[in-house]
């Protein structure tokens, strides 16, 4: 056999000594890193607790397959002894611990029926450091590969939910000093943990997503959330101006109640003077309900149901809001059809007194026209469609005569 050169070898051995510091600090580095730390408690699914259980073992191997190296090296070490020249028998021990298949990795049993009368009771498996250098690489890569997207993922998650969790954070604050105010809290947080869990108990299937969390449930939830702090807002609002909210729920009622009453003169006055006209709004009374309304929103507030309150408030203001511009609606159509009798009387008495001013007060014909219309305009009810015809024809039989 060739005498190892010693300068090489040397070298070897230097490198080898430094290997198992750097490897030794990349393992620590490893078992520190977050996504590897995510690993340990376990409760993953699907691939993510496949990856879980390879990554932990060859963690684990790493550490058996680095006292292997340590050892290795310190043998090299040993037989290459200390001094400046050692024997070529000393370089070639030295050679062979670091470079020779010196490294037991394993040792199984050979079971009865696989081995003959004089056959070894076990089978061993050597390998060299050098071997066993290259294949801790390939598994510390993998780990690290591994750990690498569980943080990832988890770091992608932290980042889309961040806005909510802070929001929700702000919200719960904000309920916890109004008890009363009834908001739920809870339940958005139960929705955004489900959000966070869908993804984060199988991390590395996410790992290619740049946005782990479904957008437009996460949408869903901060809407959700926007929503429970104006109820919340609304609630603190409420109690503060409790007495000025009903005062001004009432006034709005009794005007409500002024308007409905007016609307209802007006369809009475109507029913009276004008001959009835399909599709005619029928005036509502529904100042009685609202103010209704109103006093049981005020009784829930005295019993400190907020929400009930607010939303009765808020339904008594809507329902307002429309009864009004329904009320109003109607009085002006209603209101419209005695303009038109009033604004039909004004245009006959017109044309009755140019008739004269033209010299045909005794004209029997445009005489008896003009007493057509007055009746039809002077009866009650009026026929407001004949009216109009009648006074159309007085007119036109005026100019014509002209």
Do not use: N
């Not at 990554?55 to 290795?72: I, K, N, P, Q, S």
């Amino acid at each position: 056999m060739t005498t190892p050169d010693r300068a090489a070898l040397d070298a070897d051995l230097e490198a080898a000594e430094e290997a198992v510091g750097r490897a030794s600090a990349s393992l620590v580095e490893l078992e520190d890193h977050p996504g590897h730390r995510l690993l340990l408690p376990g409760g993953f699914t699907g691939v993510s607790e496949r990856r879980r259980e390879e990554t932990l073992a060859t963690v684990a191997e790493l550490h058996r397959d680095l006292e292997l190296y340590r050892r290795a090296v310190e043998a090299a070490r040993e037989a290459r002894g200390s001094r400046a020249k050692p024997s070529p028998a000393e370089l070639a021990a030295a050679h062979e611990a670091l470079h020779g298949e010196s490294v037991t990795v394993a040792e199984e049993a050979v079971p009865l029926q696989r081995r003959g009368l004089l056959g070894p009771t076990s089978e061993v498996t050597r390998t060299t450091a050098d071997t066993l250098l290259a294949r801790m690489t390939a598994a510390f890569d993998a780990a690290t590969r591994v750990a690498a997207q569980v943080a990832a993922v988890w770091d992608a998650v932290a980042a889309q939910l961040g806005p909510a969790d802070r929001a929700l954070d702000s919200l719960r604050a904000d309920a916890s000093t109004l008890p009363e105010s009834g908001v739920d809290v809870e339940s958005w947080a139960g929705r955004l943990e489900e959000l966070r869990a869908a993804v984060l108990t199988d991390p590395i299937a996410h790992a290619d997503e740049t946005t782990p969390v479904a957008p437009a449930a996460l949408a869903e939830v901060e809407s959700g959330l926007d929503a429970a702090r104006e109820e919340l807002r609304e609630a603190r609002s409420l109690r503060g101006d409790l007495d000025g909210r009903v005062a001004d729920l009432t006034a709005r009622v009794d005007d409500l109640a002024a308007r409905e009453a007016a609307a209802e003169a007006v369809a009475a006055e109507v029913a009276r003077l004008v001959v009835a006209v399909p599709g005619l709004p029928v005036p509502q009374r529904r100042a009685p309900a609202l103010r209704a309304t109103v006093r049981e929103a005020v009784q829930a507030a005295h019993a400190g149901r907020w929400e009930a309150a607010s939303a009765g408030f808020t339904a008594a203001s809507s329902g307002i809001e429309e009864a009004v511009a329904e009320a109003e609606s109607g009085r002006a159509v209603l209101g419209g059809l005695l303009d038109r009798r009033a604004e039909l009387r004004g245009r006959l008495g017109a044309l009755r007194a140019k008739a004269g001013a033209r010299g045909r007060a005794e004209d029997l014909a445009l005489d008896a026209l003009h007493t057509r219309a007055q009746e039809l305009l002077w009866s009650a009810p009026c026929d407001l469609a004949a009216a109009t015809v009648a006074v159309r024809a007085y007119q036109r039989a005026l100019e014509e005569g002209t």
